[in-house]
């Protein structure tokens, strides 16, 4: 089981690229149709240098670019099936956009159990920087592990 | 955007999203990066003691974002947070709702709190959440 001794721990920091071809699959995939996120004279006229990602998809591009995806559940040796998504925040302080590259620099901030031990409450805590140094994000997770209830 | 000053209470957020089938979690597993085979391998899911497997809660965030960026410009959006209420199952059609709960100002910008909630066509929550706009 997870312990306070993960508290501080950092992983491989991950560097992404925002390519146009997978952002494209990704709004697809959610039917997005906001022409500020399909069309690149849109996203000018709203300001961006290109087309922004959409909200979420700072998520999605640390686990496309990391070469060992789920990373932190293997060093702390949990069971990728005994998992669950708890609460997910982002911050943002500058735009990401296509063509941009990001670096993700993740450490646990807080293990908590509940339920006398059924489940461990993971904090996962992400500083994103861009290819100029700039900050750009803090992101956010925290991961439910659920150790004794699987059978 | 609007012509009168925003409030607490404004209804600004809603969108409804087409049932989730196995194929957007299949897409949704690749588009994202997302492999875990608990949204995709119905072996893996039972195997892990679910039933069958269920949307990744990201593409269930990914729908309230795509609902708050249709209502809010995303260069205005500062902070955008949820917590996982329960599992979306496969089938599951969603509306996102949001109002400003909270008017502010932050070093010098006017900005607003938005609670946000993802519901199953049951009413079931399936996300709560919120974001920070600037106004």
């Known amino acids: ?151 | 955007m609007s012509k009168t000053a925003p409030a607490v209470g404004d209804r600004i957020v809603h969108k409804e999203f087409p049932a989730i089938t196995r194929h957007t979690l299949a897409l949704y597993c690749g588009a994202s990066g997302d492999h875990n085979p608990i949204h995709v391998d119905i072996d893996f899911a039972k195997a892990s003691g679910f039933p069958d497997v269920f949307s990744h809660g990201m593409l269930v965030m990914g729908y309230l974002g795509q609902a708050l960026t249709d209502a809010v410009a995303p260069g205005k959006i500062r902070s955008f947070s949820t917590r996982f209420a329960a599992i979306t199952q496969l089938g599951a059609q969603l509306t996102c709702e949001g109002h400003i709960a909270e008017l502010l100002e932050t070093g010098g910008e006017r900005r607003a709190r938005i609670a946000l909630t993802t519901k199953d066509q049951h009413g079931e929550t399936k996300l709560a959440g919120e974001a920070i706009i600037a106004l």
């Open chain 1, 1 to 151: 089981m997870v312990d306070q001794s993960a508290v501080g721990r950092r992983f491989t920091p991950v560097t992404a690229h925002v390519e146009p071809g997978r952002l494209r699959y990704f709004f697809e995939t959610l039917g997005e149709s906001n022409p500020v996120y399909r069309d690149a004279a849109a996203a000018k006229a709203a300001g961006f240098t290109a087309i922004p990602i959409p909200p979420t998809y700072l998520f999605c591009l640390e686990l496309m670019d990391s070469e060992t995806p789920f990373e932190f559940l293997t060093a702390l040796d949990i069971d990728l099936g005994k998992v669950l998504h708890g609460e997910q925040s982002f911050a943002y302080h500058a735009p990401v956009v296509v063509g941009d590259t990001v670096t993700f620099s993740p450490r646990v901030t807080s293990v908590t159990d509940k339920k006398g031990g059924a489940m461990t409450l993971i904090v996962v805590e992400t500083e994103v920087t861009n290819q100029n140094g700039v900050h750009v994000a803090d992101v956010a997770r925290t991961i439910v592990v659920r150790n004794g209830a699987s059978s």
